[in-house]
Nanobody, 127 residues
């Protein structure tokens, strides 16, 4: 069955770094774009980054641009999110997701464009 398993979440101080990983199985990973989303308590889930199936095109939300870097290793069926200069407002549950097919640029961070989801990993940033 389809599985997306995130790992790497932790509690860190502001200014610190974390690297999240998400390993996929049960579907043709190399045919799917991958995204990272996050949801803070009391807030809607927010799309923060996306990488195309071949890894050549990346997208970032303004809230993380310049601090987070998405990458993927298609040989390992894994997508990563390197998070640097973390801020308290980055505290959230982080989810990876897999999307398929063409998506218009303005929709690349929209939840509805992703069909498989992981269970999430918690990131907590203290000031």
């Amino acid at each position: 069955q389809v599985q997306l398993v995130e790992s790497g979440g932790d509690s860190v101080q502001a200014g610190g770094s974390l690297r999240l990983s998400c390993t996929a199985s049960g579907f043709t990973y190399v045919d799917h774009a991958m995204g990272w989303f996050r949801q803070a308590p009391g807030k809607e889930r927010e799309g923060i980054s996306r990488i195309s199936s071949n890894g050549l095109v990346t997208v970032y939300a303004d809230s993380v641009k310049g601090r987070f870097t998405i990458s993927r290793d298609n040989a390992k069926n894994t997508v990563y999110l390197q998070m640097d200069n973390l801020l308290p407002e980055d505290t959230a549950m982080y989810y990876c997701a897999a999307g398929f097919g063409y998506v218009r640029p303005e929709e690349r961070l929209k939840e509805k464009k992703y069909r498989y989801w992981g269970q999430g990993t918690q990131v907590t940033v203290s000031s």
